[in-house]
């Protein structure tokens, strides 16, 4: 892909996913979620689709972005293994837990190793006082995109497969949010897609978007589903 035209850009995210929460080879006595169904939109026909593993490590108290990026620096030096880690809140019903996410993880039993990375460098984790089976959450994460601009409103992450952003014209909490993509999957007969509502800074203005997952991100196939989100706004 060329990359000319790139732009990386400061935002948020949010999303809705099933997490529980787990105990083996995390860091001892820690609060560790997973996402159950990540991207619950598209991988939603069962056990056999292969679904990325995301983990959320919650943190002993409310550290900046700049100082998780800082200590991130400092463990991939050390932590020979690969791995993304981004900074968010789980909200569980009227609990907010400080997360670090991470995927990308070679290894489902290195998270507990990666965690004590981060302990030696300054990130603490929170004790497990709590267990969870099964919750649906609502996951907001601090993030920079790096992003290609495809057409008008519809960028392509440089990074990430089957991420793709569609600007919408204005804000929307998180209810209206997902009754537009209710109302858009409704009328939608192309490929499946998992939605998530989010906004990044860019020429000195803010851009709302809806996150789009899919394994289809042709030009052709976002100009119209960009195309369906804008007529069914209200």
């Known amino acids: 892909m060329e990359l000319k035209n790139a732009i990386q850009v400061f935002g948020t995210l949010t999303k809705q996913e099933p997490v529980f929460t787990i105990d083996e080879k995390v860091?001892?006595?820690?609060?560790?979620?997973?996402?159950?169904?990540?991207?619950?939109?598209?991988?939603?026909?069962?056990?056999?689709a292969t679904k990325p593993i995301y983990m959320y490590p919650a943190l002993a108290q409310q550290y900046t972005l700049m100082d998780v990026l800082k200590a991130t620096e400092k463990v991939e030096k050390v932590f020979h293994?690969?791995?993304?880690?981004?900074?968010?809140?789980?909200?569980?019903?009227?609990?907010s837990y400080q997360v670090l996410r991470i995927r990308h993880l070679n290894r489902?039993?290195?998270?507990g190793q990666l965690q004590q990375a981060y302990?030696?460098?300054?990130?603490?984790?929170l004790k497990k006082h709590k267990k969870y089976m099964e919750e649906s959450v609502q996951i907001n994460l601090e993030k920079f995109f790096n992003l290609t601009p495809l057409d008008e409103g519809i960028y392509l992450d440089n990074k990430e497969d089957y991420h793709a952003y569609l600007e919408l014209p204005k804000e929307?909490?998180?209810?209206?949010?997902?009754?537009?993509?209710?109302?858009?999957?409704?009328?939608?007969?192309?490929?499946?897609?998992?939605?998530a509502m989010g906004a990044f800074y860019y020429q000195d203005r803010l851009h709302d978007f809806v996150r789009i997952y899919s394994n289809k991100l042709d030009l052709e196939y976002l100009k119209c589903l960009r195309k369906l989100y804008l007529e069914k706004i209200k």
């Open 27 to 48: 860091l001892p006595g820690t609060l560790v979620f997973e996402a159950l169904a990540p991207f619950p939109g598209y991988y939603n026909d069962g056990p056999d």
């Open 108 to 111: 489902y039993d290195l998270i």
């Open 172 to 195: 929307h909490s998180w209810k209206e949010f997902n009754e537009l993509t209710d109302r858009v999957k409704y009328n939608w007969e192309e490929s499946k897609f998992d939605a």
């Open 81 to 95: 293994e690969t791995f993304d880690a981004g900074k968010g809140v789980i909200q569980v019903y009227d609990l």
């Open 119 to 125: 302990e030696e460098h300054g990130i603490l984790f």
